[in-house]
């Protein structure tokens, strides 16, 4: 339907969504960066496929997944979601009033329009390898596709009516059957009308029936066309529910689709068109489920569950014990009263019977086999009447507080553990259970009946038990014919095919099948009244799907939501929810109703929202790192591997079916493998030989496992297994002594971490400590004895050592001490305070000094002086004449008590005892500060004479008073009347002591309370200001005995405010208000309060406004405002702020918006007066925010923000901040759980292209003379914006054009002004939003003033002509004459101008075509080897090895042909050539010169000592270098290092000058180097990357030049690049195409196609290439070489040569004989052969005189009229410029091959670039951010110098170092315009382009800028990348030089480079000597040696060589 012919049409349409296949399916990439929320996640999305449309059904196959979406069907590979095939079905012609076409007898007369396809049924059926598919078109027509390849449609229904057919029916075309619309009308025919199915299908397939559901969309329902009248053309027979015959293989096509059992019966289930209005059918989903197995419970059974499981009334009292049949379950929801406004919707379970028991016994045991593929499509038996067995029951999902959730969702049929009560008292054990999960939300009866996008409704989780409704379905059933009950049950008597109205009592035994099944003497179909009720298991709004899963003793439950979230809740066997996580799958999608898991791997979950399917794996267990984490997260799928100590899915661990290999979360965390280490602390002294380890938790037994201890650093030791009966004990050696980790400087203790290593694996660990007690007492000097007691650990204190030990037996003989108490201690006590410098005497009392029995000790204050101790007594010491030392204001120094024998041994002074030194001189400025010391002990006094602070040392006097206080500063200057404003004040002299001020401090009379803890004395008060009566001013003073007084003036003023503006803003808050008054800037702490509670934000201030943003509120109300000065009472309470209903947004327009953005999106909605500001940001693709207008209460206008990373035409969710405040739809319901209030975007901005405009005939000048009107007609490619007139700007310059008429392909626009302006040119643009085009120049012609002066210019012409008339009278005929003969030109001149134009557009529009067809080369790419490369890259022209003659080696191509001479290059591998008698000297010396090369030290100096010779010239330079790339090739990373610092040293000359202008020219030898080390590290690139496109564009320029004439001498050609070498003549050339034959080049003869004009040189070259196509260049004969004969007859035969003794002359000259010359004709036979008597009379063509020839044109110069021909003359008058459109020709004819080869150049290939320009591009960055160049430009400048102008440019231009070819001089010439436009390219410099530009620049002008974007973005993308570190960059270089270790000589390099030594000895020994480091090695003397060795054999070696 459709095919393959509908998706090519799709595509040449151009929907408004890119077809697959090309455009968008890139998008699938870029759509995967999508950010997620971050953290750890329980749920990973592993693969995802994005639809174009939105999706509508998805499905399972084996290893596929098939996705239908609307108008397109795609298979895709299973795991990886990659697309295997796709299908378009649509858009097609149709209308709901018709016939499906296929119905061969139908005939419409309703006008049909293009439908889109929505898919309503997506089934596979693998028995017969179908797909089943079904959509809206064609009153829901089926397809039936094959599931390997759903482009094929396996079955061609209807029969005989299609084109295709049927696959895999042998072949043989069916003759056509009859066809009725119930056989078409399969689904709903609506895009918002349900369809739900199944296949149902036997053993074989055989009678495989298809069960459908789907809503009634006929006349009278709300899917039905409203404006029609007639009759429902679907004829009312399509029934709701119907199985129809699915044999599609083998079966009668008769009856494929009809729902008839036998001829007189129908399978239907169809409501009575009468009732259809009451019954409103929606089908979630269709399923099949086996029964429980178990019939009613016997009497025995009930005995066994006592009293309280009573059978209902009327049942029989036992059931037989059987095997339940399959049964086919329909979930829907159905509105009992559409006319009902409150009547709900009702939530459906109906049954249908499948099969009997007896077959589902026989095929059983194949079941089991089938595994989860038995559950999709269960065998069936012999179908019953569909509505025989039918049953339905309402489900309902209420709280216990009466919450109901009336419309079903979701819904999943599983099993799971349950706890169903208890046994004895006691819970009975947890027994699986088959349960029905649904998703129910509370639904009204509008949004049950609405379409469109959900919104977050309500919802909930429900459980029901499938023995439950089995239970209550077979009471029914006996309540209805044994004991009827109304209230029970109810026979559905608006069922066509039911029996009867009511139930009936029936003196009959119902069978079990009976019961669960019905039978055709029962009535039938039933509906039981009382619902199955249950219980909430969890809540939360929004949910739209659910699927479960039972693991490990958890239900896991997995729940889809409208904001695309995927919900993942683990619930225990009572339904309690232990665990839940979230991921987003696709952000504002909802997921669809249906979750699948995967057949094959049900560790992973495929779930469909609006625009992709994702495949999501349902675990992350990786993410947690450690057993407890992994278990503690209580998810079911997840357990610690233990062996493997990692967290794991229970099948990806190793032997996780065998006990405590695999610990699952339901176990515990207690079940963690731990271990406990016996001991666990341990002496460093004690020798230990092992410990004992006791492992806990669940752990395989590791008996017979290798096994070890694991200390770390490698060090590991032998374990074993100690055999327990309980626990597992592990012995292990002990780490050896040697190997202890060292202490830590401040610890006693060093921890040493171990684990138990198994197999290679640290399964568990634990940590022991190693103690040292003699470190305590050295850690803690001045307390070690107390230390020593209070470790840790066991420590002893030996007095007689004084020190800490491990071992009590250590210090026997010493006094044993108990405990801390015991030790001698300093018992602190205060010192007066002493001058500094003072000397003093310091008495210390011990404690416990008795265990010291008066030890001679020392004093120590912290000092390098030392002060002798002496006791006084027993328990006492003194330290004599101490004198201590300070600069500081005062310095407290420690007292401590040393052992003079025991140096560092200190009594213990646990409480610091200190002496206090003061320095009057220091820290007193003023009077006051001095003094005021006298509290702190200082006995210092002020010297007025002096004004210093000194010692008292006279004992004089303190004076009572000091001079008055001064006050500088006071802040703030003004405060309010209730005071309370905190006054700085700054000054000197402000009081000794804070009491001095405490009531000292006043303004006027107004006292100010100092705060104590801001005063510092003398210099700063602080102070709280009183309360004044009324407002004045006044000075502050400070009142000391002398009163000090301020400058300033502090000022009591009082606030007003007065009003506030605005007073009503949005409830959400955000406005700002400005508060109105006077005196607004007092006090120093301001609040404005809302409500007297919350706080208004963001303040500030002047002495009249305050500004402030208001703060949120729940509710709409009026609150008060008021300002708070100093904490005070509230001013300004009668401002009320009235907070109203937020502003609310309806819509948008338009939706859609161009890439550049601009676009003005009309924002529609109510409340916006109250927005002061308002901004718009579009996610993901949107590049920032935008600001709003407002122009009314209900109008918002924003400029859609430019799209920065466009995703295709998906929508862009769009969100709005009004006064900086997120909005939020107010309806929106909240979110019951926190985590999962996640903003959903409610609108949406799709992107598309840019429009593009272009001048009626695409023109891009237009002529206009002033003064006329001007109207412009514009076209526009069609585009998907539909943008509107208002929306177009038209300007020419800056002048308007006012827009008449827009369509959409056109826009016609006019100018009413003068166009009158100084510019002959304006740019015509027209501009739509943001985006802004000129589409072509407008051309002035002359303007008015220039025809006034024109007009005086030709009066006084004509004055000065009738002056003169007599004089010109004479010559007026001459005159007449000349000017007839000049008009004649001009026309022949036109004419001819016009045809040269013609042919020139003619040959470009043909030559992309032609060139195509032609250039068929079939050889492959002849590159040169490595070392040929290299050569000739290094020795180009700068080297004297160039002399040396580049020979190629060659094979024999015949034996006419031989072989040419090998290679000769001096520097490729070979024997060095020198005298046997000099070889050991030079083989020494060379030798010990390679070893100094080697030594970067030497090699750097080297190579700066030649640089700085003037005459080491560039050549020289060169030369060096490129003998160094070889010298060092088997050695790249040394070389690389020599490379980077001889280029630091570059960029340190070349910062401090101009830095843009390193690496531009090779003149020293490291750039040269550079060079060389690209072409290394490139040459892979080089031959895999950019090799073929290269020599593609070669190809085709040799190809387009050949096309035209060549003028053999001159060069050039029709055809070219270069202006310079353009044939400037119009020579008719025609083609011939001739048969050659020759023997040579593997081919016999051909037919070789050349021109009429070309020279018999040409013809020969041109029949060389076709011949010798397949061989390199280096083999071909050469021209010379060959001789070309001419069979004219049959007898006679000519050899054909350039000049012979036919040739013509021309104006002197002999003219080349051409093929023309000859009159050889089209078709003609030629011989070649090779000639061993050589032609020497003629040399090269091209080297003639052209004095004597010429081939098709004369040198310009030398013409003159009177020997030109009158051919001649015709030509020459043509003008030369005309033919300059051939090279715009050429251009488009090789555009593309140009395009991929900078496409290969500037493209990084599978995301990584070449290592070498990643690595010397970050070395570049390194380098400028160290010397702080932070110009982008510099950086894009180096980058640029170093690859594409010093590698690149090389390359274009000289194509012979990388292929063995013939690179003519025209082929050169047209490869330096194209190297110029990629330097072009690559630079950062606008182009200044004119008329009188050259050609090469402006050929490629117009592409320039492109490939500038181009070259930044690869230059980027390298940038963004990982850096290399230098271990990678030396792999790779140390893998290129394996690769090409033995391609050179380097010894033959190694003298070359010698020769340079020697001639510059001196001055390299001089920089040798000067260099400290080689000055320090003595290189100078090994380099002397070299010389030595050298200096008598090389130039005598040489000459004899």
């Known amino acids: 339907m459709g095919g393959r012919r509908r998706a090519a049409g799709e595509r040449r349409r151009g929907a408004e969504r890119a077809p697959p296949g090309a455009p968008w399916w890139p998008l699938v990439g870029a759509l995967l960066l999508w950010g997620f929320p971050g953290g750890c996640r329980a749920l990973e999305v592993e693969h995802r496929f994005l639809s174009p449309t939105a999706t509508n059904n998805f499905a399972l196959g084996p290893a596929k997944v098939y996705l239908a979406s609307v108008n397109r069907l795609f298979q895709l590979s299973g795991p990886n979601l990659s697309l295997e095939a796709w299908e378009a079905l649509g858009p097609e012609a149709d209308s709901p009033l018709c016939h499906a076409p296929q119905l061969p007898q139908a005939s419409c007369e309703h006008p049909k329009r293009p439908t889109d396809n929505y898919n309503k049924l997506l089934q596979p059926d693998p028995e017969q390898g179908l797909l089943v598919v079904c959509g809206s078109l064609f009153q829901g027509f089926c397809q039936l596709r094959s599931l390997d390849n759903i482009s094929v449609v396996a079955v061609a229904f209807p029969p005989g009516a299609g084109e295709e057919k049927e696959a895999g029916a042998g072949g043989s075309s069916q003759a056509p059957v009859t066809v009725f619309p119930s056989m078409l009308n399969v689904a709903a025919n609506h895009a918002n009308a349900s369809t739900v199915g199944l296949v149902l299908r036997r053993r074989g397939g055989l009678g495989t029936r298809l069960l459908v559901a789907a809503t009634y969309t006929g006349l009278g329902s709300p899917f039905f066309p409203r404006n029609a009248s007639l009759e429902d053309h679907r004829f009312e027979n399509t029934p709701e529910i119907a199985i129809r015959s699915l044999e599609a293989r083998g079966g009668d096509p008769g009856r494929l689709f009809t729902f008839d059992i036998n001829p007189s019966d129908d399978n239907v289930f169809k409501i009575k068109q009468g009732a259809k209005e009451r019954h409103k059918l929606s089908f979630v989903r269709a399923f099949l489920h086996r029964g429980s197995g178990r019939g009613p419970p016997s009497s025995a059974e009930k005995k066994k569950k006592g009293k309280g499981t009573a059978t209902e009334k009327g049942a029989p009292s036992s059931w037989p014990r059987r095997r339940s049949p399959a049964y086919a379950y329909l979930a829907l929801n159905s509105e009992a009263n559409a006319r009902e406004k409150e009547s709900p919707s009702q939530s459906l379970l109906a049954r249908i019977c499948l099969g009997d028991a007896k077959e589902e016994e026989e095929e059983e045991e194949g079941e089991k086999e089938e595994g989860a593929a038995a559950a999709a499509s269960l065998p069936v038996g012999e179908t019953k009447k569909l509505t025989e067995s039918y049953i339905q029951m309402g489900l309902q999902c209420s709280s216990a507080g009466g919450e109901l959730f009336n419309r079903l969702v979701s819904v999943f049929p599983a099993q799971a553990t349950l706890h169903l009560g208890s046994q004895g008292g006691l819970p009975a054990p947890p027994e699986p259970q088959e349960l029905l999960f649904g998703v129910f939300e509370k639904s009204s009866p509008s949004s049950s009946s609405s379409g469109g996008r959900p919104g977050a409704q309500p919802s909930a989780l429900c459980a029901f038990r499938f023995a439950q409704i089995e239970e209550a379905i077979r009471v029914a059933r006996n309540s209805c014919f044994v004991a009827p009950d109304a209230r029970l049950v109810t026979v559905l008597d608006s069922v066509v095919q039911g029996t009867g109205p009511a139930c009936e009592r029936r003196k009959i035994q119902l069978q079990p099948e009976q019961l669960d099944c019905g039978a055709a003497h029962l009535q039938h179909p039933l509906s039981i009244l009382q619902p199955i009720k249950a219980k909430p298991v969890f809540t939360s709004p929004g949910l739209t799907s659910v699927a479960v899963s039972s693991v490990n003793n958890y239900t896991v439950v997995f729940l889809g939501t409208v904001n695309g979230r995927l919900l993942k809740i683990n619930l225990n066997s009572s339904m309690d929810v232990m665990s839940r996580e979230s991921i987003t799958v696709a952000y504002s999608e909802p997921v669809h109703p249906v979750m699948q898991f995967d057949p094959s791997d049900s560790s992973y979950l495929y779930l469909m929202t609006s625009h992709q399917i994702a495949r999501v794996k349902v675990a992350a267990c990786n993410q947690y790192t450690v057993c407890t984490e992994c278990l503690a997260a209580a998810d079911a799928y997840c357990g610690w591997c233990t062996l493997e100590t990692r967290c794991s899915l229970q099948h990806e661990c190793a032997n996780s079916d065998e006990p405590y290999y695999w610990i699952s979360a339901s176990e515990g965390v207690q079940q963690c493998p731990s271990m406990t280490i016996i001991p666990s602390e341990i002496n460093i002294e004690k020798e230990n030989t092992g410990m004992i380890i006791q492992i806990n938790g669940n752990i395989p037994s590791l008996n017979g496992m290798k096994m070890s201890c694991d200390y770390g650093n490698n060090i590991e030791t032998v374990a074993k297994v100690l055999t327990q009966p309980l626990n597992q004990y592990v012995y292990c050696n002990f780490l050896p002594r040697e190997k202890y980790p060292a202490f830590p400087s401040n610890q006693d203790h060093v921890i040493v971490q171990t684990a138990v290593r198994v197999n290679g694996k640290n399964i568990v660990q634990a940590n022991f400590t190693i103690y040292d007690c003699k470190r305590t007492g050295n850690i803690y000097p001045k307390t070690a004895c107390i230390s020593c007691f209070s470790a840790k650990w066991k420590c002893h204190w030996c007095t007689r050592k004084y020190t800490c030990v491990s071992n009590a037996t250590e210090c026997a003989d010493s006094i044993q001490m108990n405990n801390s108490t015991d030790c001698p201690q300093i018992v602190p006590a205060s010192v007066a305070p002493v001058s500094t410098g003072d000397s003093q005497d310091i008495a210390i009392t011990l404690m416990n000094a008795a265990f010291i029995k008066e030890m001679p000790l020392e004093c120590h204050f912290e000092t390098d002086r030392v002060f002798e101790a002496r006791w006084i007594n027993s328990s006492a010491v003194q330290c004599n004449n101490v004198q201590l030392h300070t600069s500081d204001k005062r310095h407290l120094f420690l007292v401590n008590l040393q052992l003079k024998e025991k140096p560092g041994r200190f009594i213990d ?126 000075v502050v003073t400070v009142n000391l005995s002398k009163e000090g007084k301020s400058r300033e003036r502090y000022s009591y003023v009082l606030p007003v405010v007065k009003f506030m503006s605005p007073s009503t803003g949005p409830k959400a808050g955000g406005t700002k208000v400005t508060i109105t008054g006077s005196n607004l800037s007092v006090g120093s702490e301001l609040r404005v309060l809302v409500n007297g509670t919350k706080e208004c934000t963001d303040l500030s201030r002047t002495d009249t406004t305050i500004t402030c943003t208001m703060p949120s509120v729940e509710f709409t109300t009026t609150a008060s405002v008021c300002v708070q000065f100093e904490n005070k009472s509230c001013i300004g309470d009668n401002n009320n702020f009235n907070y109203e209903k937020n502003p609310s947004i309806m819509d948008i327009n338009p939706k859609k918006s161009q890439i550049s953005g601009g676009r003005i999106i009309t924002v529609e909605g109510n409340g916006f007066l109250m927005a002061q500001n308002v901004s718009m940001v579009v996610h993901t693709i949107g590049k920032g925010q935008t600001n709003c207008k407002v122009h009314s209460d209900t109008v918002i206008t924003c400029p859609s923000p430019a799209a920065s990373n466009l995703t295709g035409s998906k929508p862009a969710s769009v969100d709005f901040y009004i006064n900086g405040r997120l909005y939020t739809d107010d309806n929106h319901f909240p979110f019951d759980h926190h985590e999962e209030a996640v903003h959903i975007s409610k609108f949406h901005l799709e992107y598309y292209p840019d429009p593009q405009f272009f001048t009626a005939k695409k023109e891009k000048w237009i002529k206009h003379h002033p003064g006329e009107p001007l109207t412009l007609v514009i076209h526009k490619e069609p585009d998907s914006l539909g943008l509107e007139s208002n929306e177009y700007e038209v300007k020419i310059g800056l002048i308007s054009c006012e827009i008449q008429i827009v369509s959409d392909k056109v826009i016609h626009c006019s100018v009413n002004e003068s166009l009158n302006t100084s510019e002959r040119q304006l740019p015509v643009t027209i501009q739509v939003g943001k985006f802004n085009q000129t589409i072509a120049m407008l051309h002035l012609g002359g303007s008015e003033t220039a025809i006034t002066v024109s007009i005086v210019i030709c009066s006084i012409l004509l004055l000065l002509s009738v002056v003169a008339l007599f004089v010109f009278c004479t010559k007026s005929r001459r005159a007449e004459r000349y000017w007839q003969k000049t008009l004649l030109q001009m026309e022949e001149m036109e004419s001819q101008i016009r045809e040269e134009i013609r042919k020139g557009f003619a040959e470009l529009q043909t030559d992309m075509t032609d060139l195509t067809k032609e250039l068929n080369r079939s050889q492959g790419i002849p590159f040169l080897e490595y070392k040929y490369f290299v050569t000739r890259t290094f020795f180009p022209k700068c080297s004297s090895l160039y002399e040396e003659r580049y020979i190629l080696p060659s094979q024999h191509l015949n034996t006419q042909m031989g072989s040419q001479v090998q290679e000769t290059h001096p520097l490729l591998l070979g024997e060095w050539k020198i005298p046997e008698n000099c070889r050991p000297n030079m083989e020494e010396g060379i030798a010990l010169f390679s070893t100094l090369l080697n030594n970067k030290h030497f090699l750097i100096v080297f190579v700066h000592a030649l640089e700085q010779q003037k005459d080491f010239a560039v050549r020289d330079r060169c030369n060096l270098a490129s003998l160094l790339t070889i010298a060092l090739h088997g050695k790249l990373e040394y070389y690389t290092s020599i490379m980077k610092d001889l280029l630091v040293d570059l960029i340190d000359a070349s910062a401090s000058k101009n830095p843009k202008l390193m690496l531009r020219r090779t003149e020293s030898v490291v750039e040269k180097m550079l060079t060389n080390w690209m072409s290394i590290c490139m040459y892979s690139f080089l031959r895999e990357t950019v090799g073929e496109p290269f020599f593609l564009l070669l190809c085709a320029i040799k190809q387009q030049i050949n096309k035209g004439s060549i003028d053999a001498i001159t060069g050039k050609a029709r055809y070219t690049l270069n202006e310079e070498w353009l044939l400037r003549e119009n020579i008719e050339a025609k083609p011939r195409n001739l048969n050659v034959s020759f023997q040579g080049c593997g081919m016999d003869s051909l037919s070789v196609r050349v021109m009429d004009t070309d020279t018999l040189s040409q013809v020969k070259e041109k029949i060389l290439e076709a011949f010798c196509k397949n061989i390199p260049y280096s083999q071909w004969p050469r021209v010379e070489d060959v001789d070309l004969e001419w069979f004219a007859t049959s007898t006679d035969s000519y050899i054909l040569r350039d000049l012979d003794d036919t040739s013509v002359m021309e104006d002197g000259r002999k003219k080349l004989n051409t093929l023309a010359h000859y009159k050889i004709p089209d078709g003609a036979s030629l011989a070649m052969s090779l000639t061993d008597n050589k032609d020497t009379t003629l040399s090269r063509v091209k080297d003639l005189d052209t004095e004597k020839y010429f081939h098709l044109v004369l040198p310009t110069d030398e013409l003159n009229d009177n020997k030109k021909s009158h051919r001649q003359s015709h030509r020459k008058k043509v003008l030369p410029e005309i033919y300059l459109t051939r090279l715009l020709s050429t251009k488009g004819t090789l555009q593309k091959f140009l395009d991929d080869l900078f496409k290969a150049i500037l493209s990084i290939r599978d995301e990584k670039p070449p290592v070498a320009i990643k690595y010397f591009f970050d070395f570049l960055e390194e380098q400028a951010e160290k010397r702080g160049i932070s110009d982008p430009d510099t950086l894009h400048i180096w980058k640029t110098n170093s690859l594409p102008l010093r590698f690149w440019v090389n390359i274009l231009k000289n194509p012979q170092f990388v292929f063995d070819i013939d690179k003519t001089d025209h082929i050169d010439a047209c490869l330096s315009v194209i190297a110029q436009a990629f330097i072009d390219a690559c630079s950062i410099s606008d182009l200044q382009l004119g008329k009188d530009s050259p050609t090469n620049k402006l050929l490629y002008a117009k592409e320039i800028p492109e490939y500038r974007k181009i070259v930044q973005k690869y230059y980027k993308q390298i940038h963004d990348m990982p850096p290399l570190s230098e271990q990678e960059m030396n792999a790779h270089l140390a893998e290129e030089s394996r690769k090409y270790r033995n391609e050179f000589n380097t010894n033959v390099a190694m003298t070359e480079i010698y020769k340079y030594a020697k001639r510059y000895r001196s001055q390299i020994v001089n920089a040798l000597d000067s260099n400290p480091t080689t000055r320090r090695t003595q290189l100078q003397h090994k380099f002397e040696q070299v010389i030595a060795l050298m200096e008598d054999n090389i130039y005598e070696c040489c000459s004899e060589a």
């Not at 309370?1009 to 709280?1024: A, H, K």
Request: charged share 20%; net charge negative.
């Open 909 to 1034: 002074s646990p409480q610091m005892m200190t002496v206090e030194i003061y320095n009057c001189a220091t820290g007193s400025a003023d009077c006051s500060q001095c003094l005021g010391r006298e509290d702190l002990g200082h006995q210092c006094i002020w010297s007025d004479s002096s004004s210093s602070c000194r010692l008292n040392t006279e004992a004089l006097q303190i004076p009572g008073t000091c001079p008055p206080p001064e006050i500088r500063k006071i802040e703030p200057l003004s405060g309010p009347l209730e005071g309370g404003t905190m006054v700085t004040i700054r000054g000197r002299n402000l009081g000794r002591r804070f009491s001095d001020i405490v009531n000292a401090v006043k303004i006027g009379n107004v006292k100010c309370s100092p705060l104590q803890e801001r005063y510092i004395v003398s210099e700063e008060i602080v102070c709280w200001t009183g309360e004044a009566v009324e407002e004045f001013s006044d």
